[in-house]
DNA sequence: TGCGTACGCGTTGTATCTATGATGTGCGCA
DNA sequence: TGCGCACATCATAGATACAACGCGTACGCA
């Protein structure tokens, strides 16, 4: 007899359909989501549901209106700005304090790059996205602020969101972000703050331009 | 017949009660609130309970185990330097932001400071409390960023936590804090940017030494 | 024909009930 | 006396049932 597989908490499968389905724009934005509907999608009950929309809805990925339904929050040229800029500031920040940055840092980012050049090469682009996202989370994560990384991996899934179609839009980018971090590593490993601060402010703000022409 | 007066939504008040409960320490840091009591307390089922705590534990003032209970997060070291750092990332930034200054926000301002003059001159701690977290937040607020408002709106209701005791130990705290606010606003009205952020930065960090020393 | 009201459906909000897992305690055995 | 196992207790996790509310629609009346 197999010792039964342990299925993860419901809520939390829940909450990973729906992060998934919003994420990768099988949920459009403005959509209308009913607990029901979801609750048959996943096959549980309501009341699961409800925990996932909750913690869904702190996260700014949906809003929930009382007796109507949970909305499906379409990506606005005022929340691309928003977040833009919050990673900015959260990120050079973690850059300033990093700097010096310790061998273990240095080591960790190092392998990062490794990793994500590999998968460019491969034509991983969904696991280079993944590493890349290490990576800057990485800097964050060393600042010790568990405020501010949580807050910024927040910010990456919004961003996540908003990225894909300008990703595929293009497949060139994929390049100019490791020739970017290979930059930002050089300069952290010279100690020289000012110019991880420049590089990660160029490397951060790149598609704002962009993302802003799709959206309107 | 007086048309029945239309209670708030039940998560909300249960919501209400533990973040009053935590925030005067009537709930200790590292007591164990079992949804139960709260549903007793409150007087409602423990559906909406959880709804309440799940919240709350987005905002980082409780702790939920599965199957033990929620946590009251006790006020650690850490997070005093979290909080603390994280206010001056956000208010410094949208202080620059903020120079020069419109004359909305600086009449705001204004107005602030003079409600909280009465409210000390007439001994009403609480009420100066809030109308100081006004003055803060509007300056945040005029950056124009939700996700930094939202993001700081939160830290206050932490910070406050941590402040009722030393509050309490520092009743002259309160003229300090209207000298400055007023240095703040002239710095800000002369549009030097540098002058605002040096003097929020002494503003904001005036506390962490003293919480420091208290919570060991 | 135009407006106002009443009804019906769908959704969330709340309560209650059951299942399951964790924890501490006490008894039995070595 | 010390260790280990079984059980009682109590917590959450989830499912189900019910109530309340909002909104659109259709009907009736002027």
Redesign the interface.
Known sequence: MRPPVKQPPAADRVYAHVKEGVLERRYEGGALLTEGELADAVGVSR?PV??AL??LE?E?LIKLYPKKGALVLPVSA??I???V??RQ??EE?AARKAVPASPQLLARLEELLERQKEQAAAGDLAGAAVTDRCFHAEIVRSGG????SR?YDQ?RDRQLRMGVAVMHAHPDRITKTLVEHEQILRALRSGDAEAVVGLIHGHVSWFSNLARGEVR
């Open positions: 009341t409800r925990e909750l913690r702190a700014g005022q929340e700005a928003d977040v800029e919050t500031l959260v920040h602020n568990e405020i501010l807050l910010l």
